[in-house]
C-alpha cells in the first residue's frame, strides 16, 4: 500500500490502471517479465505516494486506486505516463503501456472497501483506454474543473481534457461521455476507445411504413432549423408522434451530438384526477429525461440542472412528444433548457402549444385524401394476412378514407375493420365512426360515463374513443359544456353560433381550439371533427341533456332563417342559394331532430326554407321522406291553415310522381281555399302545368296558365301568378308568338321583382333573351342573357345558370362561332340543378345537331366533351366572355331567325 490509509468519502475518485497486452509481454519475456512488472509497481506507487492516492487493491498488472480530489488524481494520471515513458527499461519493446481510467462518483467505505456502481463504472472506463492512454468520465472532468479558486498551484496546471464522444460502457445502459487527458509529454494520438459508440439517438424503429406527408414533413424539417421551439399541434389520432419522428430522423445529421425522444405521456403518468395541475409530472420530466439522455442525479442538486450543463455547450435535438400530459412541466422544462442550451433545438408535440416564448405552433393538417387511400390498403392488406384489397372496392375504399377526414388513427381501425367487413359496408357504417370503429374494443363504453376515470396514457391510441377522452378529461366545466353543446351543429359554425350556445363562450372557445377539440377554418368559422362530435353526442345523451340542447339548436337555426328573411331595411330579402349554403346543413340537422323529438310548426318553417335546396341538389327524395314524418305529428299541434297549404305546395314541388303531385296540389287547394287564402289558391292552381308540360299536353297547359292569370287579376293578386305568366311565355316562345311573350314578359318585371323566392333567377330576361334568339337579335339576345346568368351563378341557381349558358352557345352558332359553342353545349349539360327542359329540350338538341353539321362528327364530339370536362365555374367564364356583337365592330345586330 502507498500513501496514507484512511479512505476518502463522499465525491470519490477511482482509478483503475493495468498493462496493455501483458500477457503477450510476459510469454515475450518469460523470467524477465517480473523484473519489468516490479519496476512498473514501483514507479505508480512513487506517484501515488507524491499525489496521496490510496491503494486499494493490486493484482498482476492492475491498480485500484482512490483520491478524494479529481483534480490530483488527473494530474497524478499525468505524473504516472511520464514516470513511466522516463524510466530506463531494457529496450523499447519491453516497456509496459500502461492504460488509465478515471471516474467520479459518491461512494462511502464500509469495512475498508467501496460497494458502489461507480467503482465498476471506472473499471469500464479504464477497460476502453489503450496503452499510454488516460481516459476519464464526464463526471470526473467536471469534479476537475471546479477545484476551488486560489489553489496554487492548480493540480491540472498545463492538462488539457479532450472531449472523445459518447460511448456505451459494458454493463451501464446509459452512454458515458469519454475524455482524453492530454498534455505535454503524453501521446495525444490513439484509436477511437475500445468499447461500443454510443448511439447518437435513441429514435424507435418503425414498425409500419410512413405513408405520405412529403410536403409536410418538408415544411417541418425547415422550419425546426430556423426555430429552436417548434410544437406539432393537432387532435389526437392526426399523426403528430409519427411525422415527428420523421422529421427527426432526417434532421439527425443537422445535430451533432444527436437527437433524444422523451415521451411525456410514457414518462410522467398524470394523475387520474390531477389533484394539482400546477405540479403535473414535475418530478417525473427530468428523470424521463435524464434517462433519454444518460444524465444521472446527483447529490444534493435538482437533476434539471445537471442536465441543463450536461446540454449547456452541445448541438443536440430534444423531441418531447404528447406534451398534453404535462403540460406545466414540459413548459417549465423546455424553458429552462433553451435558456440555458443555446445548441439545443427543441420538437414538440401535443394537442395544444407548448406555451413557451418564441414557440412556433404548426398545425398538422388532414393526410391529403390520395395518402389517406394509401395508408388504408397498406394496413388493410396487412390486416388482411398481405392479401391486397380487390381493385373492385376501390371506389368503396375511397368513400372510407374520405368520411374519416384523413386522420391516421381512424384509418388504422378502419383497416383492422376491414378483417370483418368489406368496404362498402365499413362505408355504410361510418355515419357513427366510433361505434364502426371501437365497438368490441376493450372498454370504451365506459369511458363515456358520468364517474368514469381518465383513459390510461399507454392506450389512449387504442380508439377513437379514448383518444378523444385524453383531452376531454382536461377541459374545464364552462369548455366541457360548449363542446357538448356544440356537438349538435352539422358543421362548422360561426362566432355568433357559439355565442348563441354561451354568452360567455371566448374564454371556452379558446380552450377547445387550443386542446385542438376544435378547428378554426376560414371565415374564421370552428369545426367539430366527427369523432370529437360522436364523443360529445355520447356525453349529452349519458346526461340526459341531448333534448334541451337539441331544442337550443332548433331555436338557433329558427333565428337564423328570420335573419336571412330580411335585407337591413327590414324588405324581404332575395333567395340566395349561395346565402343559405352554409346553413343547410343545420336546418337539416334541426329538421331531422324535429320530425321526430320537436316543434312540427318549426318543421314546417324550416321545410319551406329548404326548399329551393332540395329541387336544386338533388335532395327532393330526403326532403319528402322528411316531410311525411311530419304529417305523421300533425295533431300534436296548432297548424295554421296557411302552413299547412304551403308545406303541400312544397311537397307537390318535390315529387316526380304525377299522381302524388296531384293529390297534394288537390290537398293545398283545398286548405287554401277553405281558410279563404287566394294567393295559395293561386299556387295550387299554377303547380297543375308541371304534369302538363311533362306529358307534352302544351295547348292543355295554355289554357291553365291564362286561366290562373286572370283569376289572379280578379283576385288583385298579378304576382301570385308569375309561374303561369312565365310559362305561358315559354309556350307562347315554342309556338313563335314573340311579339306576344315579348310583351308579357315585359309587364312580369315587377312581378318578379316582387318576389324574393324568384328576382334571383331572373327568368323574365333569360325568356326575352331566348326570345331574342328567335328573332335573330344577336345584341338584345347577348344583353339579356348575360344579366340572367351573372344573378343566377351569383345566387346559386346552377341548374338555371346552365340554361343560360345554352342560350348562349345558341348565340354562338348564331355568331359563327361553332366551337365555343359545342364547348358551352358540353359544359351545360354537364350541371345538374332545376332546368326547364320540357319545352326547351328540343330546341337545344336542334342546335346541337346544328353545330355537329357545321363542325362535323369529330371536332364536334372532341369540342363537346372539352366542355363537360372543364368543370361549371370555367364554362360559365367563357360564357360571360364571349364578345359582345357590338355594332361598331361591323358585325350584324341580326342573324336569320332560327326556328
Not at 410544437?231 to 408522434?241: C, E, F, R
Not at 398538422?364 to 396487412?382: M, N, S, V
Not at 366545466?477 to 356537438?487: D, F, G, K, N
Request: charged share 25%; aromatic share 6%.
Amino acid at each position: 500500500m502507498s500513501g496514507r490509509t484512511e479512505l476518502p468519502s463522499g465525491l470519490v475518485t477511482f482509478m483503475f490502471t493495468d498493462i496493455e497486452s501483458s500477457t503477450r509481454l510476459a510469454r515475450m519475456l518469460a523470467e524477465a517479465y517480473g523484473v519489468v512488472l516490479n519496476a512498473h509497481r514501483e514507479v505508480i506507487r512513487a506517484v501515488l505516494q507524491d499525489f496521496g492516492g490510496v491503494e486499494l487493491f493490486t493484482e498482476g498488472d492492475s491498480f485500484f486506486v482512490a483520491f478524494g480530489n479529481a483534480a490530483v488524481a488527473v494530474a497524478s494520471c499525468v505524473a504516472m505516463q511520464r514516470a513511466l515513458a522516463a524510466h530506463g527499461w531494457p529496450g523499447p519493446d519491453v516497456m509496459p503501456r500502461v492504460r488509465i481510467g478515471l471516474h467520479t462518483g459518491r461512494a462511502i467505505p464500509v469495512a475498508g472497501e467501496y460497494a458502489s456502481a461507480e467503482v465498476h463504472r471506472a473499471a469500464r472506463v479504464a477497460a476502453a483506454a489503450h496503452g499510454g492512454q488516460v481516459l476519464c468520465s464526464e463526471a470526473t472532468v467536471r469534479a476537475a474543473t471546479t477545484t476551488p479558486p486560489g489553489t496554487t498551484p492548480h493540480p491540472m496546471a498545463g492538462v488539457d481534457l479532450l472531449d472523445l464522444g459518447l460511448y456505451r460502457l459494458r454493463g451501464f445502459d446509459d452512454p458515458e461521455r469519454i475524455f482524453q487527458v492530454v498534455a505535454p509529454g503524453l501521446e495525444r494520438s490513439f484509436p477511437r476507445p475500445r468499447t461500443p459508440g454510443a448511439a447518437r439517438h435513441n429514435l424507435p424503429a418503425p414498425l409500419t411504413t410512413f405513408v405520405g406527408r412529403r410536403a409536410e414533413l418538408a415544411e417541418l424539417t425547415a422550419l425546426v432549423g430556423k426555430h429552436r421551439l417548434v410544437t406539432v399541434v393537432g387532435g389526437g389520432g392526426a399523426g403528430k408522434s409519427r411525422l415527428a419522428l420523421a422529421a427527426a430522423e432526417q434532421l439527425l445529421p443537422d445535430y451533432p451530438d444527436g437527437v433524444w425522444v422523451v415521451d411525456v405521456a410514457g414518462g410522467c403518468p398524470a394523475e387520474p384526477t390531477l389533484p394539482d395541475p400546477a405540479r403535473d409530472g414535475v418530478d417525473d420530466l427530468p428523470a424521463a429525461l435524464g434517462r433519454a439522455l444518460g444524465v444521472r442525479a446527483e447529490p444534493g442538486r435538482g437533476l434539471i440542472e445537471t442536465i441543463v450543463d450536461r446540454c449547456a455547450h452541445r448541438r443536440m435535438l430534444l423531441l418531447v412528444d404528447t406534451c398534453e400530459a404535462a403540460p406545466t412541466a414540459v413548459r417549465s422544462t423546455v424553458r429552462r433548457l433553451l435558456a440555458g442550451c443555446p445548441g439545443l433545438g427543441v420538437l414538440a408535440t401535443g394537442r395544444q402549444p407548448v406555451g413557451v416564448h418564441g414557440e412556433l405552433a404548426w398545425r398538422i393538417p388532414p393526410l391529403a385524401p390520395a395518402d389517406a387511400f394509401t395508408l388504408l390498403g397498406e394496413r388493410a392488406a396487412a390486416a388482411r394476412g398481405g392479401q391486397r384489397v380487390p381493385p373492385r372496392e376501390d371506389a368503396d375504399l375511397v368513400r372510407v378514407a374520405s368520411r374519416l377526414e384523413g386522420l391516421p388513427l381512424a384509418l388504422e381501425l378502419a383497416a383492422q375493420r376491414l378483417q370483418l367487413l368489406s368496404a362498402a359496408q365499413l362505408a355504410s357504417r361510418l355515419d357513427d365512426p366510433l361505434t364502426a370503429l371501437d365497438a368490441g374494443r376493450e372498454d370504451t363504453t365506459g369511458v363515456i360515463g358520468a364517474d368514469s376515470r381518465v383513459s390510461e396514457a399507454a392506450d389512449r391510441h387504442h380508439s377513437l374513443t379514448r383518444t378523444v377522452d385524453w383531452s376531454y378529461r382536461r377541459l374545464g366545466e364552462q369548455a366541457a359544456r360548449l363542446l357538448e353543446r356544440l356537438a349538435v351543429f352539422a358543421g362548422p359554425v360561426e362566432l355568433a353560433a357559439v355565442e348563441w350556445c354561451d354568452d360567455e363562450a371566448l374564454g371556452a372557445l379558446s380552450e377547445l381550439t387550443t386542446a385542438s377539440l376544435i378547428e378554426v377554418v376560414p371565415g374564421p368559422r370552428y369545426r367539430i371533427p366527427e369523432q370529437v362530435r360522436g364523443y360529445a353526442m355520447r356525453r349529452l345523451a349519458a346526461a340526459g341533456e341531448e333534448r334541451a340542447v337539441r331544442e337550443r339548436h332548433v331555436g338557433w337555426a329558427l333565428h337564423v332563417l328570420d335573419a336571412m328573411s330580411v335585407d337591413a331595411d327590414g324588405e324581404p330579402r332575395t333567395v340566395s342559394l349561395r346565402e343559405l349554403a352554409p346553413y343547410v346543413g343545420e336546418w337539416q340537422a334541426a329538421l331531422r331532430w324535429v320530425v321526430g323529438n320537436g316543434s312540427v310548426r318549426a318543421g314546417l318553417r324550416l321545410a319551406g326554407a329548404l326548399d329551393p335546396w332540395w329541387r336544386e341538389y338533388g335532395s327532393a327524395r330526403d326532403g319528402r321522406d322528411l316531410l311525411f314524418r311530419l304529417y305523421g305529428r300533425l295533431s300534436e299541434e296548432d297548424v295554421s291553415p296557411a302552413e299547412l297549404a304551403g308545406v303541400y305546395l312544397v311537397h307537390a314541388g318535390l315529387v316526380e310522381d304525377p299522381d302524388e303531385q296531384t293529390r297534394f296540389l288537390h290537398r293545398a287547394e283545398l286548405v287554401a281555399h277553405t281558410a279563404n287564402l287566394p294567393g295559395l289558391v293561386i299556387g295550387a292552381m299554377v303547380g297543375r302545368r308541371v304534369n302538363l308540360l311533362r306529358d307534352g299536353r302544351f295547348a292543355e297547359a295554355e289554357r291553365l296558365c291564362r286561366d290562373v292569370i286572370a283569376h289572379a287579376e280578379r283576385c288583385h293578386l298579378p304576382g301570385a301568378a308569375l309561374p303561369a305568366v312565365l310559362t305561358l311565355a315559354e309556350l307562347l316562345w315554342r309556338n313563335e308568338s314573340l311579339d306576344e311573350a315579348a310583351d308579357l314578359l315585359g309587364a312580369a318585371r315587377q312581378a318578379e321583382a316582387g318576389r324574393p323566392g324568384d328576382r334571383g333567377r331572373r327568368t323574365v330576361d333569360w325568356l326575352l333573351g331566348m326570345v331574342a334568339l328567335r328573332r335573330g337579335d344577336l345584341v338584345a339576345a347577348h344583353d339579356h342573357l348575360v344579366v340572367a346568368l351573372r344573378s343566377r351563378l351569383r345566387h346559386g341557381f346552377r341548374g338555371a345558370a346552365a340554361d343560360a349558358v345554352a342560350a348562349i352557345a345558341v348565340r354562338c352558332v348564331l355568331g359563327g362561332d361553332a366551337t365555343t359553342a359545342a364547348v358551352l353545349f358540353g359544359g351545360a349539360e354537364s350541371v345538374g340543378g332545376e332546368r326547364r327542359s320540357e319545352v326547351f329540350g328540343g330546341y337545344w338538341s336542334a342546335q346541337q345537331a346544328r353545330v355537329r353539321a357545321l363542325l362535323g362528327d369529330g371536332a364536334s364530339d372532341a369540342a363537346y366533351a372539352d366542355g363537360a370536362q372543364l368543370g361549371f365555374d370555367r364554362i360559365v367564364a367563357m360564357a360571360l366572355a364571349v364578345e359582345h356583337p357590338d355594332l361598331e365592330q361591323g358585325s350584324a345586330r341580326f342573324a336569320p331567325t332560327v326556328h
